[in-house]
């Protein structure tokens, strides 16, 4: 490769876009810093979000491991990131569309869990001289420091439930059950597992039949090159009850906060604290 070539492949990224809004945060931010921008949308939805960030433009399926390479290799892309939401009901309900590559790699793996695929994925691409980074890259403003971001701070109860809520999440995280915990009166009213954040976050308002505390944090072991926790305005959303209240507790530098200021006018509109811990 001649040394043009090669410098032009170190400004160009090829960012593998799910759904929300943070895929489109990335690729304008990735352009900003000088990058060329090659996306490859895992739905219509998100190709519509982010193409008007992208130098071009691909629409595509995830289980097409093969083609889906192909495409990046063709591309002349040697860096790639991950982001946005890839709900793992979807895949799981469309093995029958996976390619031979996917079926091959997949066919390797001791389990399915989250982690046990994205070290797969992130070794595999690597073998192939590309090189996986992570959205804090671009997005590093994006993850609060410790603090209180709300106007209200956190009361004595509510310290004490977002503390065994950090117990008791960073258990299931390390078990790769999931990475949110929602607590009241220091009882576990939910936990997440594979209906996702908000689902479980409901579930606990609802038994509650008030405001909760939720507890999200990292795994141990995150590999930040495909997953970070994220929070957002639909983070919050679920946590509405029928009266005002309730706390949301971030782990602080691990977290990714997106729409900050409408989470912090929201929750200040509803009582609710916001807290990197």
Request: hydrophobic share 45%.
């Amino acid at each position: 490769m001649s040394k043009q070539l090669e410098n032009d492949s170190e400004k160009l990224v090829a960012v593998i876009a799910g759904e929300g809004k943070l895929p489109a945060l990335l690729a304008k931010a990735a352009r900003e810093k000088g990058y060329k921008v090659i996306s490859l949308a895992l739905s219509p939805e998100a190709l519509a979000r982010i193409e008007p960030h992208s130098d071009k433009v691909h629409l595509i399926a995830p289980g097409q491991l093969g083609r889906n390479l192909k495409i990046i290799q063709n591309e002349g892309a040697r860096k790639v990131v991950f982001i946005g939401k890839i709900p793992k009901l979807n895949l799981l309900r469309n093995l029958h569309k996976l390619d031979w590559t996917a079926i091959r790699e997949l066919s390797k793996l001791p389990d399915f869990n989250d982690d046990t695929i994205q070290f797969a994925m992130g070794g595999f691409i690597e073998a192939l001289g590309m090189s996986v980074l992570t959205q804090r890259e671009f997005l590093h403003d994006l993850f609060p420091g410790v603090g209180v971001l709300t106007k209200r701070q956190p009361s004595a109860a509510e310290y004490a439930d977002i503390d065994l809520g950090l117990r008791v999440a960073k258990e299931i995280a390390r078990l790769d059950i999931g990475q949110t915990v929602a607590v009241k009166d220091q009882m576990v009213l939910a936990i997440e597992a594979i209906e996702g954040t908000d689902q479980a976050i409901r579930r606990a308002v609802e038994l509650a039949r008030g405001p909760v505390v939720v507890v999200k944090v990292s795994k141990p072991n995150q590999d930040q090159r495909f997953d970070v926790p994220t929070v957002g305005m639909s983070t919050l959303q679920s946590m509405l009850a029928k009266q005002p209240g309730g706390a949301l507790a971030i782990e602080a530098g691990e977290t990714l906060v997106i729409e900050r200021e409408e989470m912090i006018q929201f929750a200040d509109e509803h009582n609710i604290v916001i807290a990197a811990v």
